[in-house]
Each structure stands twice: as structure tokens, then as C-alpha cells.
């Protein structure tokens, strides 16, 4: 069966704490990879994509994911979180023949303490 | 450039009436996708369309139906509504095949 599996359902940090959040993944197949965030009151917005390539990329304000194949899993970390980082985070995988399908994991909620 | 606009952003309907969402992608973006978003169930793939055609199906009951104009604007329609589809329902736009998905704000299904 195809899912995605979050390690972690809520996350309390304190500013300038380091972040990590895990993410797993059943798939038979070849899958693009995707974190995606949802800042309170916004829409989904795309914080990092893996399609191929290095498996550690780079997103947005300072996130980085790492891909390891072996494990089927594509954590999202960042070294030291700010206040604006509470919002809730989405991992997603979509097979790459499976344009617009999007499997999501049930999401992380993190919660940065000032 | 204008983002993916859901219309409209908040609706309540009675048990078993229908409805209709409409979604007007990115320009220039072709593939038109649909989620669910409930607290319990997460976010649910519904359907995709790409210059017209359904590529894509999840796994919902035959109530949830959906098309795409020749425009690449979307419409979901769900009929014979449920309590359980209260939910927030998103519409998400791609380029390509398997470009990532941007996201509107979704429409806020209330069925009482």
C-alpha cells in the first residue's frame, strides 16, 4: 500500500533550537518527494522538492531535506528554528507516473517557543 | 502572477443537497488537482485533470465528481451531500505531469 508515515505528531521547540522531522514512505516505485508547510491561516506552500540528483536539497528559509533511498525516508531538518517556523509541515510523496497525486502524511504541527 | 483562486472561500449546505467548487488555476499551468482536508482523514487525493481529462482518481464514492474546462478551470461537484464531507477542500495547479503542486486557500464545506 502506498502511504506516508510522519514520526511525529506535535513539536514543541524553543527558538534557536535545531529541528529534525521525520518522515517514511511506502511506494512501489520511483517517487518525487516533497515537504510542504501551512503557516496558520495560509495555503499549502512548497518548502523543498526532491526529484533526482543530490540527495540532500535545500528549500526555503533555511531548510534542507535528506533523501536516503535505503531507508524510504526524507526528513526535514534546520538548524535553528525561529518563532516564524510554527506552522504545521506536510511530507508528501507522488509516484512519477502519477502526475497530480500527491500522498501526504498526516503532518507534524511544530510549535516555536520565543 | 495571480496564485491558484478557489471559489467560494466558505460554504454550508444542508444533507443532501449538492455542490459546487470552482478552482481557476496558475496561468499557463494545465493540470488541475483535488484534495480533501479533514482533521481525521488528513489531506486526500480527490481526482486530477489535465487538458480536460481525469488522469487520476482517489478513492472517493461516486458523489464526488469533477471537470475541467478547456481554460484549465476546474469545477468539483459532490451530490447527495454527507455530514462527513465537511471539510476544506483544495485545489492545487501543476506546469507539467509531475511539477509540484501550488496550492489555493480551499473552500470551507460546512453540511449540516
Known amino acids: 500500500a502506498q502511504s506516508v508515515s510522519q514520526h511525529n505528531h506535535h513539536v514543541i521547540l524553543s527558538e534557536a533550537a535545531s529541528l529534525e522531522l521525520g518522515c517514511n514512505y511506502s511506494?512501489?516505485?520511483?517517487?518525487?518527494l516533497f515537504w510542504y508547510v501551512q503557516y496558520p491561516g495560509q495555503h499549502l506552500q512548497l518548502l523543498l522538492k526532491?526529484?533526482?540528483?543530490?540527495?540532500l536539497v535545500k528549500g526555503i528559509k533555511g531548510f534542507e531535506a535528506e533523501f536516503i533511498k535505503s531507508k524510504f525516508s526524507f526528513n526535514l531538518r534546520k538548524p535553528s528554528v525561529q518563532w516564524s517556523d510554527t506552522a504545521e509541515y506536510f511530507c508528501?510523496?507522488?509516484?512519477?507516473?502519477?502526475?497530480?497525486?500527491?500522498?501526504f502524511g498526516q503532518g507534524t504541527e511544530l510549535s516555536v517557543k520565543p | 502572477k495571480a496564485g491558484v483562486t478557489q471559489t467560494p472561500r466558505y460554504l454550508i449546505k444542508t444533507r443532501g443537497q449538492q455542490v459546487t467548487l470552482s478552482c481557476s488555476p496558475i496561468?499557463?499551468?494545465?493540470?488541475v488537482s483535488w484534495y480533501q482536508q479533514t482533521p481525521g482523514q488528513g489531506l486526500q487525493f480527490l481526482f486530477e485533470?489535465?487538458?480536460?481529462?481525469?488522469?487520476n482518481k482517489g478513492n472517493f464514492p461516486g458523489r464526488f465528481s469533477g471537470r475541467q474546462f478547456s481554460n484549465s478551470r476546474s469545477e468539483m461537484n459532490v451530490s447527495t451531500l454527507e455530514l462527513g464531507d465537511s471539510a476544506l477542500y483544495l485545489c492545487?495547479?501543476?506546469?507539467?505531469?509531475?511539477?509540484?503542486?501550488?496550492f489555493g486557500n480551499g473552500t470551507r464545506l460546512t453540511v449540516t
Open positions: 508528501a510523496v507522488m509516484g512519477v507516473d502519477q502526475g497530480g497525486k500527491l500522498i
Open positions: 511506494y512501489g516505485g520511483t517517487v518525487n
Open positions: 492545487a495547479s501543476s506546469l507539467t505531469k509531475v511539477q509540484p503542486l501550488h
Open positions: 526532491y526529484f533526482s540528483g543530490d540527495p
Open positions: 485533470y489535465f487538458s480536460e481529462t481525469q488522469r
Open positions: 496561468s499557463g499551468h494545465r493540470s
